[in-house]
């Protein structure tokens, strides 16, 4: 988890999804999320984010939250926005919204 991860969950579920979290059911989600393990974004995050970011031409801060979950030890990174079962370096991206 990362402070970012966290920023664009509030953001995106209270703000732009089609079915909206109230006030309150965020709040109880963000509790939840961030007692997960977290992981400071600091240089060497940075730089293996732009690392990814050239490898597989994708958005810097995409490539930052995989360099994060990396770090963490994450086999597995939740994203509707990266390519479904894709693996990026050592985590591999699972779209939830999916229907299999």
Same mark, same amino acid.
């Given at each position: 988890? @990362?402070?970012?991860?966290?920023?664009?969950?509030?953001?995106?579920?209270?703000?732009?999804?089609?079915?909206? $979290? @109230?006030?309150?059911?965020?709040?109880?989600?963000?509790?939840?999320?961030?007692?997960?393990?977290?992981?400071?974004?600091?240089? +060497?995050?940075?730089?293996?984010?732009?690392? $990814?970011?050239?490898?597989? +031409?994708?958005?810097?801060?995409?490539?930052?939250?995989?360099?994060?979950?990396?770090? $963490?030890?994450?086999?597995?990174?939740? +994203?509707?926005?990266?390519?479904?079962?894709?693996?990026?370096? @050592?985590?591999?991206?699972?779209?939830?919204?999916?229907?299999?």
């Amino acid at each position: 988890m @990362s402070a970012q991860t966290l920023a664009e969950f509030y953001s995106v579920t209270t703000r732009k999804a089609s079915v909206r $979290l @109230s006030d309150h059911e965020a709040d109880l989600w963000i509790e939840f999320l961030g007692s997960m393990p977290f992981q400071a974004i600091d240089r +060497s995050i940075v730089d293996r984010g732009i690392d $990814l970011s050239r490898q597989y +031409s994708i958005a810097y801060y995409d490539a930052a939250l995989l360099a994060a979950a990396e770090r $963490l030890g994450a086999a597995v990174f939740y +994203s509707e926005d990266l390519n479904h079962d894709q693996l990026y370096g @050592s985590v591999r991206v699972i779209n939830p919204f999916l229907e299999t």
